[in-house]
């Protein structure tokens, strides 16, 4: 299960309502919290960051998220609206008294702007940071990396690059799941009474009873798998750069700058500069054609208004809505500052597909 919290969802600057772009994915274990610890599982809510633009500190500070339980920071690319806000939440991470080592995935000249930061600032962290170049996780056969949240739960992140006026990113966020799970009613039937083998056989060792029974722990236990899976797009003005990613995934989280008719102005008026960027109904395209069934959008023009009227004459995202729908038909959410998502995904036990993987919960603020 991963929980989407949204921290951003303005493209280029910021407004009254929407900070610049930043994403919370909490990592959730739902065995976990059926388990009787609950003040373990409490302290058990590893979760990852995708993008952090100016601010993303002062959101954060209306959510429950805790810095301390900030496992990985993800950078789609350079531009400010995506990434100025990662000096100040490491200092400030410092300061709080993190000394836990923390993941950074991004391009190669974050580095050589946080090393310059640290040297005028004599900015100092306490804690390590690994910081992993997506440049060169690409030039691995794997194309990912692997996040062990502990010996049963494990995040994949794989990267995909997109098209924008600076090399920017997609991640692909998988959340593994394993369970053993102890099959009781097959050792009842084969006449193993409740005992201490149980307990032995659940967590993966063969066993011989007291009377030189030989039992395996592959025939009583049962593997449950489950999985869960978003992309994540940096700014892209060809989600066909997706078709791969997107093939297995539960949900897509996409930018969608502007509508048809405002990125037709946009670039009728001054041929010499594309924004580059994507427009709702672009993404609502592919979206369908892929055959996705969730659908995300956000980064959306501080000239959008928030409120939701199609026939308005002022631009707002009952525009951004109208331009995505005219193609797509799937479950279609337009993202604002604090929305959470659930996303549950696909147990390979029993037959998910008639299951809502996503789910709207409303706002951090409230909750």
Known sequence: MLKLTFLGTSAGVPTKQRNVTALAIECLNP???????????????????????????????????SMHQLSAICITHVHGDHCYGLPGLLASAAMLGRLEPLTLIAPKSIATLLEAIKLTTELYFPFAIDFIAIEEVLETKAGKVDIALDSQHQLSIDITPLSHRVSSYGFGITQNIHRLSLNTNKLMAAGIPASSFWGRLQ??????TDDGQQLRSADYVDKEVRRTRVVVAGDNDRPDCLRSAVTDADLLIHEATYTTDVLTRIQSKNPDFDPMHSSAQLVGKFAQNVGLKHLILTHFSARYQSFDNQNSST?????????????????????????????????????????????????????
């Open 31 to 65: 065995y976990l919290s059926k388990s009787n610890d609950a003040q373990q599982h409490k302290k058990s809510r590893p979760w990852i960051l995708i993008d952090c633009g100016e601010g993303t500190q002062h959101q954060l500070l209306h959510t429950k998220l």
């Open 203 to 208: 967590q993966g060792f063969d066993v011989v």
């Open 315 to 367: 631009p707002n995202m009952g525009h951004i809505r109208a331009d995505a729908e005219s193609f797509y038909q799937g479950s279609l959410w337009l993202a604002a500052d604090f929305d959470q998502y659930m996303i549950n995904g696909a147990n390979d036990l029993v037959d998910s597909k008639g299951t809502d993987r996503v789910q709207y919960l409303g706002s951090a603020r409230s909750n």
